[in-house]
Structure formats: structure tokens, C-alpha cells
């Protein structure tokens, strides 16, 4: 790069995504975090809000002189590492997630869980329960809940479903 700045993704606290953006971009700091919009359920009615695509994520341009002033920042945990050292994001991979969200304007985005991934039930019979998701799909998925003591399936809405590094 000719400028000597490069994209790196800093770990923020649980839910600091955007307070840490805003305090980024107060600093002077180019920083960039992927909102899209979600659907949450309120005890009377459905909301579309707009959510950080990747939890505890934002992304920084900066020199990696300055990447002690990032650090110093209120709500950041440190840098995303990848062997041993910060882990540089290529510019075009910004462009494609920047893409990706504008040409989705006006659509929800909405995290399917995958395959063997380990969730949380946040509603219902199961809810606080860790479970492994067997087969997910657009609108249930199954789910192998172990904790109990014994092999139980049972189908669960996705929106009950909380990944478990997110809890």
C-alpha cells in the first residue's frame, strides 16, 4: 500500500461495536463497522433495528505505528491476531462486505446457524440450554441438547437461537 495504512479488525467489548466506532471516528481514526438490519421480537410487537453484522468487530485503517492510539480507545480489547501478529485485512475484502450490505439495502440479513455449531436456546422449554445444531434451515433448526444428561433433538425457532460465542 502506498499510503502505509492497512485494515485491521480490533475486538471490542460484548455490545461496544458501535459505541467504540463512534469513539474511533471522534479520535480521527478511519474505522468501519458492517450494520445490518434485524428483526427482533419485543413482548408486543416485531422491530427491524440495525445490529453490527460481526459481533464485538470493527475495523481499522491506520499505520501500524498507530496501532497503540486504537488500543488506547475506551471498549477495545485489543487486535485480532493471526499468528502471532495483527492480522492485516486486504482492502478488497472491506469492498466486498461493503458491497455485499449495500446491495442488500432494505433486506434483513439473518445469521443461519450451521452445522455443528454450538448455540445457546434464548426462549422457550430449552431456554438458557447449550445445544449443537444438527441441520440448519431457514426458519427452525435442529438442535442436539447434551447438557441434560441424555441425547435429546428438538426443532428450535432460529430467532431463540444465540451463538454461543455471543452469549
Known sequence: MSDGLYWFAVYTKPRWEKKVFALLKQKGIIAYCPLTKVRKKWSDRFKVIEE?????????????EHMTNVRMVDGIVNFV???GKPAKIAERDIDKIKRFLEDNSGYVVQWQPAEGEQVIITG????????????????????????LGFKLVAYVDNIKLLRKDES
Open 52 to 64: 453490527p453484522l460481526f459481533k464485538s468487530y470493527v475495523f481499522v485503517k491506520v499505520s501500524p
Open 81 to 83: 491476531y493471526w499468528l
Open 124 to 147: 422457550g422449554a430449552f431456554m438458557d440450554q447449550e445445544a449443537v445444531v444438527l441441520a440448519g434451515g431457514k426458519k427452525v433448526s435442529e438442535v442436539l441438547l447434551v447438557s
